[in-house]
C-alpha cells in the first residue's frame, strides 16, 4: 500500500473500505480497466540534460503554424484581431493569474475592481443593464441564455434560428435536453441568409419560452432585430448572442428590446490560439438578475467610508441551496475577462469604433473583389466583417493547399453545413492588409 501514500487515511481505515466493498486491494479497483498501455508501449526516452531537451521542443515548436505568419480569412466565431501590448503585459501581473472569480475580496480588489469594468463595458456595448463576471464561452453562455429564458418564462420549448453558429446550436442542446427541454430549429432564409420571420411565427405558440438569434449570425448577415421582436409574443425570452466588436457600430440588441444579450469575448484581448482560450459574456436586465447563471461583482464602501469591491450575487449551487441554484460557473475564465477590460480600457470607444469600421470596409472590399473574379456571394442580407461565396468544387483541397503559401483562407462552409459544398466563409479583421486579399485572389483563383 505504499504507492498509494497520497490517500490520506491509516491502513486500518484502507482496510475497512476495502472489505465494505468486496475487494481486497486498491488494485483490484482497477481490474476492468483494460491495460491497453505499458512503460514499454509508451516509448518514453532516456531522460536528457535541460540543453538537449529545450532544443528538441524548440525543433518541435518550429513545425507549428504560427498566425503572426500568415494571411488569416478564417474566423466563425474566433478572430485574429491585434492585442496592444499592454494587454498581456497588465494581465501577467501574478495577481490577476486565474481562471476563477476570487472570493477573498480583502486580497482580490485589483481583479474584482477589473472584473466591476468589465461588466459595466460588456452593459454599454449590448445595452443592457447588468453583466455576470462571465462564463466559459459563447457557446456555453449561449446555452445557459436558454436555460435562463425557461426559468423565467417556465415554458420548456425553445426556438433556436438555424443560422447560428453550429456548435453554439449543439452545445445548447447538450445542455438544455437532459431537462427535458425541447429545441425546435427554425430556418434562415435562402436569400438573404437572415431568420426566416415566417417560419418563426408558424413555430411560434403560447409554449415556447425563449427565441435565439445570433448578430451577426453565422453566415455574417445582420439580422433585423426590430422585426424579429416585434413577432415574439409578450412573455416570450429573446434572446441575442453577439459579436461584441460589432456591436461598436451596430444598435445594440438592448434597443430593440432584447432580454439576454451573450456572445463569445475572445475578440476582446485574447490570442486565438487553437481556438481559444476565449470566455463567454452574458448580460441581462435587473429583473432577471437573479435568474442569472455565475457571479456578480459589485462596488461598495467599508466601515471606514473607503471604495471597495466585492461579490454581491452568487447563484452557484455551492453557495445557495442546490434546488435554487442557476448554474455551477466555477472556472469561468475570468482572467480572458480581466484581458477584456484592459483591451477595451486600452482601445476606447475610438478605437473599438476604428477597428470594426476597418474590418467591415476590408470584408465589402474582399466581397466585391472576389465577385469580380466570378466567386457570387451566396446571401443578399446586409454584412459587416463576414459573408458566405461560391469558391467552387475542390474548394476543400484548395484550403488545405493555401496554408502551404501562408495563407488561413475562408473556412470551406460544408463542415458545418451539408448543403453547402464548395461556398467558403471569409472573415477580415483590421489585421487584413491589400496585399493579403491580393494573395489571397492569386491563390484561389
Known amino acids: 500500500m505504499k504507492k498509494y501514500t ?97 472570493y477573498q475580496a480583502e486580497v482580490s480588489q485589483g481583479t474584482l475592481q477589473a472584473l466591476f469594468e468589465y461588466q459595466t463595458m460588456i452593459s454599454e456595448l449590448t445595452g443592457m443593464e447588468v453583466t455576470n463576471a462571465s462564463m466559459y464561452d459563447g457557446a456555453s453562455a449561449l446555452a445557459e441564455a436558454m436555460l435562463m429564458a425557461v426559468r423565467v418564462s417556465k415554458k420548456k420549448k425553445v426556438l433556436m434560428a438555424s443560422n447560428i453558429h453550429p456548435e453554439y446550436v449543439r452545445t445548447t442542446k447538450t445542455y438544455v435536453t437532459p431537462q427535458d427541454i425541447e429545441v425546435v430549429m427554425v430556418d434562415y432564409d435562402k436569400e438573404t441568409g437572415q431568420i426566416d420571420l415566417e417560419d418563426l411565427k408558424r413555430k411560434l405558440d403560447d409554449t415556447v419560452g425563449g427565441v435565439a438569434v445570433q448578430y451577426p449570425n453565422f453566415f455574417g448577415v445582420v439580422e433585423d432585430l426590430k422585426a424579429i421582436k416585434e413577432i415574439l409574443p409578450e412573455k416570450t425570452m429573446f434572446v441575442v448572442a453577439a459579436d461584441p466588436i460589432a456591436l461598436a457600430i451596430l444598435e445594440p440588441p438592448g434597443k430593440f428590446g432584447a432580454d439576454i444579450v451573450v456572445g463569445e469575448g475572445q475578440a476582446l484581448g485574447s490570442f486565438p490560439s487553437l481556438g481559444g482560450p476565449g470566455f463567454g459574456f452574458f448580460s441581462t436586465n435587473m429583473k432577471h438578475v437573479r435568474m442569472m447563471p455565475g457571479r456578480l461583482i459589485g462596488q461598495t464602501k467599508d466601515v471606514e467610508g473607503r471604495t471597495g469591491y466585492v461579490m454581491i450575487l452568487q447563484t452557484r449551487e455551492q453557495h445557495i441551496r442546490r434546488s435554487k441554484a442557476t448554474s455551477n460557473i466555477c472556472s469561468n475564465h475570468a482572467h480572458n475577462a480581466v484581458m477584456a477590460a484592459i483591451y477595451m480600457s486600452t482601445m476606447g470607444k475610438e478605437g473599438i469604433v476604428e477597428i470594426a469600421r476597418r474590418s467591415a470596409n476590408t470584408a465589402h472590399y474582399l466581397a466585391k473583389a472576389l465577385e469580380d473574379k466570378g466567386f457570387n456571394l451566396t446571401f443578399k442580407g446586409p454584412f459587416l466583417f463576414e459573408f458566405v461565396f461560391d469558391a467552387g468544387d475542390g474548394y476543400e483541397k484548395k484550403w488545405k493547399e493555401m496554408v502551404d503559401k501562408g495563407i488561413l483562407g475562408p473556412l470551406p462552409m460544408e463542415r458545418f453545413f451539408e448543403d453547402m459544398k464548395g461556398k467558403a466563409l471569409a472573415a477580415t479583421t483590421e489585421m487584413v492588409k491589400k496585399e493579403d486579399i491580393d494573395a489571397l485572389l492569386e491563390a484561389i483563383a
Open 6 to 102: 497520497y490517500i490520506p487515511h491509516t491502513e486500518e481505515d484502507i482496510k475497512e473500505m476495502l472489505a465494505t466493498i468486496g475487494v481486497k486491494s486498491v488494485d483490484d479497483l482497477f481490474v476492468d480497466v483494460p491495460k491497453t498501455i505499458s512503460p514499454e508501449s509508451l516509448k518514453i526516452p532516456e531522460s536528457k540534460d535541460e540543453l538537449t531537451v529545450r532544443s528538441i521542443v524548440e525543433g518541435l515548436a518550429r513545425k507549428n503554424r504560427f498566425l503572426n505568419e500568415m494571411r488569416v480569412f478564417t474566423g466563425a466565431g474566433i478572430y485574429y484581431r491585434y492585442i496592444p501590448s499592454v494587454v498581456y503585459h497588465m494581465a501577467s501581473k501574478p495577481n490577476f493569474v486565474t481562471a476563477y472569480t476570487p
